[in-house]
């Protein structure tokens, strides 16, 4: 009786993945290095739409993410993610000002996820990223179904592959949404991460 395995081969910011200073900090924290504390949050929902190249402010990201609390991982709903796959999605990603970032820094979040693959603008890129890991943030990107959650907080789960050495890696990420004020969580779950693609030639 036979068996079925297969080889599998791809970068380590493939898909949506999970992503520590290591990739931009000389010396910095790897992928295996982190506990799973680190990987299981509350987190805050901030939906601020936007369209190809537009840059998400200051101001759009404080009155989006009023309802977050102190330790609360951020994520960033544009509704890029309808995009998935398409030519340009990296191109022309939303992405943040520099003032935006440095406000996000100042929160101290643990994660900065986004439906957006790129937080730094993709075509004049200013250090936003080692801004965010300097301040100990992790980066989980780009997300989908961020539409499909119902609520603005949420409990986060990020499960990345634990590869020694990595300064990342393709990442599960699960919401469970509250369902009411007082924090209760039901076994809800939506599924943020991408799904991967088969190879069938076709174009999307």
Same mark, same amino acid.
């Given at each position: 009786m036979?068996?079925?395995?297969?080889? $599998?081969?791809?970068a380590s910011i493939s898909g949506t993945y999970l992503e520590a200073s290591a990739h931009l900090l000389p010396g910095g924290c790897t992928i295996a290095a982190l506990t799973p504390d680190q990987l299981i949050c509350q987190a805050c929902i901030a939906r601020i739409p936007k369209l190809a190249g537009e840059r998400i402010t200051r101001e759009e990201v404080r009155a989006a993410a009023r309802e977050r609390q102190p330790g609360d991982a951020l994520i960033v709903a544009t509704g890029w993610d309808r995009h998935w796959a398409r030519p340009n999605f990296v191109e022309d990603s939303p992405h943040f000002t520099p003032e935006a970032m440095a406000w996000i820094c100042e929160q101290r979040v643990p994660i900065l996820g986004g439906d957006m693959p790129c937080f730094d603008d993709p075509r004049s890129p200013v250090? %936003?990223?080692q801004m965010l890991f300097a301040s100990g943030a992790l980066i989980l990107a780009p997300l989908v179904n961020l539409g499909e *959650? +119902?609520?603005? +907080? *949420? $409990? %986060? @789960?990020? @499960?990345? %592959?634990? $590869?020694v050495g990595s300064s990342g890696s393709p990442c599960r990420a699960i919401a469970v949404e509250a369902s009411d004020a007082d924090g209760v969580f039901p076994p809800f779950r939506c +599924? %943020?991460?991408?799904r991967a693609r088969e190879e069938t030639g076709e174009k999307s």
């Amino acid at each position: 009786m036979g068996y079925e395995v297969h080889g $599998i081969a791809c970068a380590s910011i493939s898909g949506t993945y999970l992503e520590a200073s290591a990739h931009l900090l000389p010396g910095g924290c790897t992928i295996a290095a982190l506990t799973p504390d680190q990987l299981i949050c509350q987190a805050c929902i901030a939906r601020i739409p936007k369209l190809a190249g537009e840059r998400i402010t200051r101001e759009e990201v404080r009155a989006a993410a009023r309802e977050r609390q102190p330790g609360d991982a951020l994520i960033v709903a544009t509704g890029w993610d309808r995009h998935w796959a398409r030519p340009n999605f990296v191109e022309d990603s939303p992405h943040f000002t520099p003032e935006a970032m440095a406000w996000i820094c100042e929160q101290r979040v643990p994660i900065l996820g986004g439906d957006m693959p790129c937080f730094d603008d993709p075509r004049s890129p200013v250090g %936003l990223n080692q801004m965010l890991f300097a301040s100990g943030a992790l980066i989980l990107a780009p997300l989908v179904n961020l539409g499909e *959650v +119902r609520t603005s +907080r *949420v $409990i %986060l @789960f990020a @499960f990345p %592959l634990k $590869i020694v050495g990595s300064s990342g890696s393709p990442c599960r990420a699960i919401a469970v949404e509250a369902s009411d004020a007082d924090g209760v969580f039901p076994p809800f779950r939506c +599924r %943020l991460g991408s799904r991967a693609r088969e190879e069938t030639g076709e174009k999307s």
